[in-house]
């Protein structure tokens, strides 16, 4: 997405033909969003969360239109979550 927000390289191709864009893999910051959005002029971009061990996919904005930016959306039907106190100390490793 950071390539797609700023590469010069992205203008030598017609993009206008894309209408959403899913994004996945690592944490989608809201700049880049907007770059991308600006640039492209694609309102409907979307981030999903997931990994190996939930079955791939754990949350993702499912609702055209409900997308928040900065969100990976609702979670996926079957999953539960639990919001849990952050640490404000790191964790001290075994010895």
């Not at 017609?14 to 893999?25: E, F």
């Not at 969100?71 to 075994?94: D, I, N, T, W």
Request: hydrophobic share 35%.
């Amino acid at each position: 997405m950071v390539f797609l927000g700023k590469h010069s390289l992205v203008d030598q191709y017609d993009l206008s033909s894309v209408r959403r864009i899913t994004c996945g893999a690592a944490p989608l910051s809201r700049e880049a969003q907007e770059a991308v959005e600006k640039r492209l002029k694609v309102n409907d971009i979307r981030q999903g969360y997931g990994m190996t061990e939930v079955s791939v996919l754990a949350s993702a904005c499912f609702v055209p239109g409900l997308n928040k930016t900065g969100s990976s959306g609702q979670l996926a039907p079957g999953f539960k979550a639990k919001v849990k106190k952050r640490l404000s100390h790191p964790m001290k490793s075994a010895p």
